[in-house]
Each structure stands twice: as C-alpha cells, then as structure tokens.
C-alpha cells in the first residue's frame, strides 16, 4: 500500500497543506478545532512525516526563508504559490521576510537575523551584491534567486532584457508615438534588476530604430499608480493615438482603467501592454508579455530541494523566455 502524503492528510482534515505542515512542527498559530482535525487525519491514515528526506536538510529546521521586496502582488502571489506546493510535498515550512525598509535591510546582513535559522534561503526579484554590499551572503547553507540571476548562486530567471525588446517590437508595429510607465525606483539596494533589464531592453531597442519615448512617467507599482501615471501623461500631452508600454501589469491596469473612464479606449484610439502574463490582465484584455511566474516557483523550490540533500554540485542557472500575448488592449485600431 502506498505510504500516505501530507496532500492526503490535508484532504482528510479538509485543510491546506500548509496548515498540516504547521500543525506537525508545532506551530502555536493554529486553532484548536483545526489542529484536532489534522491530528484526527493524521491517526486515521498512519500517517509519519517522511524524516528519512528531513534528515538529509542541514539545520533540521523543517523551513525555508523566503526574502522578497514586498507581498500582496499578484506576482509574489503566485510565485510563492509554485515554490509552496513543491514545500509542502517536503513537509517544508516558509517564512517571508520583506525588505520594506531600510532597518530590515540592515538587519538582514548581520548573520543572527532571524531570515538565516532555516533549512534554506530564496531570494526573489532582489541583487544579492546590493543586500549585501558585495559580500556573500551570511548563511552557509543552499541560496537560490529566483526572479534575478548572479554568476555566483543558483538562479531561476526570466529574461527581462529579451522581454524589453520584444515590447518595444510590438510597440514599433503599431506605428504609434511611444509612451511608458515605468517603475519609480530607489537607486541602490532597492533597485530591482527586473526593471532595470526591461527598461534596458526597451529603450536599446527603440534607439536601434531612431526613436526615443514620447512621453514617459515613473511612478511606483500599484494599479492606483497606473491610474496616476495615466493621468499625469495626458496632462503632459500625451498624443490620444499613442502605444503606452507599461513595465508591469499592475500599472497597465491601472492606467488602463483611467484611459477607459476618460473616453481613450484601449485597443482602438489608444494601445496600450504590460508585463508579467498576469491572470488579471487576461481577464480585463492587457496585451502583455507572459512569464510563468507560478513554474519559475516551482522550479526554484525543486532546485533549493535539490540543493538541500547534496545534489547541486555546480551552479545552476534556469532562464525562462517571453512570450508575447496579444490581447484587445492593442489588436484593434492600427495604423
């Protein structure tokens, strides 16, 4: 018969797998009737945590730490998605660490911070060289980027720079003036490189064809953002027939969302794209150029998994290609 998982627990207990993994490394934020239910699951199926695969893990923590920008985006959403169903298959536990500020950042280099007393470390969307002032991190067990790339760490990566150009492509087809949203950055340790290679790879591939953006607002990432920088380029002139490339699709929700309510309509006086493949943006018509946000979770996880019992042996490197989804936002009305 086969031996029981922590998914047949979790169905039995009608809970997630996460609350199953919580109640087996004794967490004390978990009710009562909750951890009664998975005990009850846990006697009913012979169920034991597969502690042959834990004993492989160094630190024997049962957790991994997750340090990212921020949390309560549609990206982070989902990327942290595709990385915990491959943990909770582990009986692997996550704890997120967002930077936020300036204190957290200098926290997190000292190598007592509590983000190091785990079994492993991603970092997400995030230059390990800016964290860490071009020191190695301080934690010597299995690092893995995901979201951003580094010759010295394992890296699952999309290629930003290749989805700036084939943006900026797009944008070129349409015959339109060219207008962007780009993302309000800090520079130095929160500057990300995500936008820092999309940018690049716009703005390259618009100069190899003569032309240089219209119009252009930076403003930071939300959709209420989107709708503001929406607003502040047609109060800066912005021509009604113009291409806006907006460098996520929070922000090109958002300003779509504005042009629409001011009479612009997307798709036919005016186009407009994002970045991301984001299911909202499918949803609502945002043409955007597509990364597999949730798979890049997923194979982070596996890699650190990997990491963790010894079988990374070189540095890995997994890099993820865009692809251009074309949507109502800019198939109608060309030129």
């Not at 490197?317 to 936002?329: G, H, K, V």
Request: aromatic content about 6%; charged content about 20%; glycine content about 8%.
């Amino acid at each position: 018969m086969e031996r029981p998982k922590v998914q047949d627990v979790a169905r039995r207990a009608g809970v997630g797998t996460s609350t199953v993994s919580r109640v087996l490394n004794n967490h004390p934020n978990i009710s009562a009737l909750a951890r009664e239910r998975v005990m009850t699951a846990i006697s009913e199926l012979n169920y034991s945590p597969n502690l042959s695969a834990r004993s492989l893990r160094s630190g024997q923590t049962s957790a991994v730490s997750v340090l990212l920008p921020m949390t309560g985006t549609a990206f982070y959403t989902e990327l942290l998605e595709g990385a915990q169903h491959i943990f909770d298959n582990a009986d692997l536990d996550t704890a997120l660490f967002p930077l936020v500020s300036g204190i957290r950042i200098k926290r997190y280099q000292r190598p007592d911070a509590l983000l190091y007393r785990a079994d492993g470390l991603l970092i997400a969307s995030l230059s390990p060289d800016r964290i860490y002032q071009n020191q190695p991190v301080p934690f010597g067990k299995p690092i893995i980027l995901v979201d951003a790339h580094h010759p010295e760490y394992h890296s699952v990566y999309f290629d930003n720079l290749a989805a700036g150009q084939l943006a900026a492509q797009h944008a070129l087809a349409s015959g339109r003036p060219i207008a962007l949203i780009d993302v309000a950055e800090t520079a130095g340790v929160f500057e990300s490189p995500v936008f820092l290679e999309r940018r690049g790879g716009i703005l390259q591939t618009l100069s190899q064809h003569g032309v240089t953006p219209s119009h252009s607002v930076q403003v930071p990432i939300s959709f209420e953002d989107g709708r503001q920088a929406a607003r502040a380029l047609q109060d800066a002139g912005l021509p009604e027939r113009s291409f806006v490339i907006a460098l996520c699709d929070e922000l090109g929700l958002g300003a779509m969302r504005h042009f629409a309510e001011s009479g612009w309509t997307p798709g036919q006086s005016l186009h407009i794209m994002g970045f991301d493949g984001s299911l909202e943006a499918r949803k609502t018509g945002l043409t955007t150029i597509e990364q597999p946000v949730r798979q890049m979770g997923a194979v982070a996880a596996k890699l650190l998994l990997e990491a963790l019992e010894g079988h990374l042996n070189t540095i890995q490197a997994r890099r993820f290609e865009p692809t251009l989804i074309e949507l109502s936002s800019t198939q109608f009305g060309r030129t």
